[in-house]
């Protein structure tokens, strides 16, 4: 799959107004509140037919300030990886001089993309593991700064935060993520970036509908880890998101007296086609609230990697327990709840 070229554009200013500057304008269609950024189908090759690799080395192209250098080594290597606000196993970033990607500082005022001239950064049409970014230096520009040259706006007229440029490109580069019309506490992929005391100028990392497509594109990375809080628009979600399934063994039966019975099972997102690479997978360190003859009697946390729990049941005197284990929502659009079948084991002293 190949991407459109795009440029990220100059968003609201805070002394220059968009229509002043000539630039495109976004035009929103009617659209849900928010829903997963596109594309939801895992790259295991790229539009080249590529095998996209676990770890995508990138290298600097031409000269630029160490405070470039420094933007991007953080927002390669720190910011995109934070499992808060990625948790998808889509391939890593680290440099290396010999990299396949690559970044390139360069001072015109036409995007190297699209052609565009009120442009912070690009990724044109290439490969994922192939990708190169194009950062503007804004050093001549009357008006506009970025923000990590001096550590901070002061004394820039319209101030931008280059590490928010670069989450968005590789949200093009990586995931071959389009623009978005959603809100920007939703996604970091609107077509205009904010200036500084605007919305979402300062966001640095995938924010939660980023997450979910993310998460549906290639796989939670740690299934103890957040699900993105964006999936009640799939196809297939429930209430509150993806739908998730709990079981619990054994099925109804005699026990001994004074035996003890192990109770057990597994959570699970719901195996589903829609749910992309979270189809079926455990959820880890989650809490299961287990009911005894309807009422609460004890919770378990899923073990980190299986999602697998369990616990001991015994009775002194002869009779039956009727057990019913549960994982409530979590999040408002993140995972929707799930209840086992009831179990009932009795106890007997002929056996």
Request: proline share 4%; net charge neutral.
């Amino acid at each position: 799959m190949t991407r459109p070229s795009s440029s990220i554009l100059i968003g609201k200013a805070a002394k220059t107004s968009v229509a002043s500057l000539g630039l495109l304008s976004l035009v929103v269609s009617s659209v849900l509140a928010h829903e997963p950024t596109q594309p939801r189908v895992r790259h295991f090759t790229d539009g080249q037919g590529n095998v996209v690799p676990e770890v995508i080395t990138y290298r600097f192209v031409g000269d630029r300030p160490a405070w470039v250098t420094n933007a991007v080594t953080t927002s390669f290597e720190t910011a995109y990886p934070n499992q808060n606000d990625h948790n998808s196993r889509a391939p890593l970033l680290a440099f290396d001089s010999t990299g396949t990607a690559a970044v390139r500082w360069v001072n015109q005022s036409s995007s190297p993309c699209t052609g565009s001239t009120g442009w912070l950064a690009c990724v044109p049409q290439g490969g994922i593991a192939t990708f190169t970014i194009y950062i503007r230096d804004l050093s001549s520009h009357p008006t506009y700064g970025w923000q990590e040259e001096q550590g901070n706006c002061n004394g820039i007229p319209t101030c931008f935060m280059m590490k928010r440029s670069l989450i968005h490109e590789l949200g093009h580069a990586i995931f071959t993520f389009s623009h978005s019309a959603q809100a920007e506490a939703n996604t970091v992929m609107r077509a205009t970036q904010p200036s500084a005391n605007n919305a979402g100028w300062n966001r640095t990392t995938f924010q939660r509908c980023d997450q979910a497509s993310a998460q549906l594109t290639y796989g939670a990375r740690n299934v103890a880890g957040p699900i993105g809080d964006c999936m009640d628009h799939v196809a297939g979600a429930g209430a509150n998101g993806l739908n998730t399934s709990l079981s619990l063994q054994p099925s109804d039966g005699v026990a001994c007296l004074g035996q003890s019975v192990t109770l057990s099972g597994t959570l699970r997102i719901a195996t589903n086609a829609n749910y992309g690479w979270l189809s079926g997978d455990p959820l880890g360190s989650r809490t299961v609230s287990i009911r005894r003859d309807g009422a609460s009697w004890l919770t378990r946390t899923t073990n980190a990697t299986t999602g697998a729990y369990s616990a001991q049941a015994s009775r002194s005197t002869a009779g039956s327990h009727t057990f019913l284990a549960s994982f409530g929502d979590e999040g408002a659009a993140a995972l929707t709840g799930s209840t086992s079948s009831q179990v009932t084991v009795t106890w007997s002293t002929t056996c």
